[in-house]
């Protein structure tokens, strides 16, 4: 069984920064992708980055293209997600997902999709006040 640990959400004003942390554990892929996506109240699941632990590799929505980074800690199976230059329509639970490498190819090519990850997260509330 899959378990993860996500961990820094919390309230922050526009402009603000917040990073989030998720420690996957329990898979059995040799290599593999961690995503972040997010879900805002009356809204579908939005995939919002991710990182390859083969290569490094990442991915952005547009949305968030420029203002969030992601990185991984591959010895902890551990991702992050640093959030700067936050805005109130940030505001959602964000959730890590993992699943295998191999679907990297397809990510950039189709973007990041929910249905690639069958291993989620308890998810974490992100608040950005105006």
């Known amino acids: 069984e899959v378990q993860f640990v996500e961990s820094g959400g919390g309230l922050v004003q526009a402009g603000g920064s917040l990073r989030l942390s998720c420690a996957a554990s329990?898979?059995?892929?040799?290599?593999?992708?961690i995503a972040w996506f997010r879900q805002a109240p009356g809204k579908e699941r939005e995939g919002v980055s991710c990182?390859?632990?083969?290569?490094?590799?990442?991915y952005y929505a547009d949305s968030v293209k420029g203002r969030f980074t992601v990185s991984s800690d591959n010895a902890k199976n551990t991702a992050y997600l640093q959030m700067n230059s936050l805005r109130p329509e940030d505001t959602a639970v964000y959730y890590c997902a993992v699943t295998t490498a191999q679907v990297m190819g397809v990510i950039r090519s189709w973007g990041l999709q929910s249905h690639y990850f069958a291993s989620w997260g308890q998810g974490t509330q992100v608040t950005v006040s105006s």
């Open positions: 329990g898979f059995t892929f040799s290599d593999y992708v």
């Open positions: 990182i390859s632990s083969s290569d490094g590799s990442t």
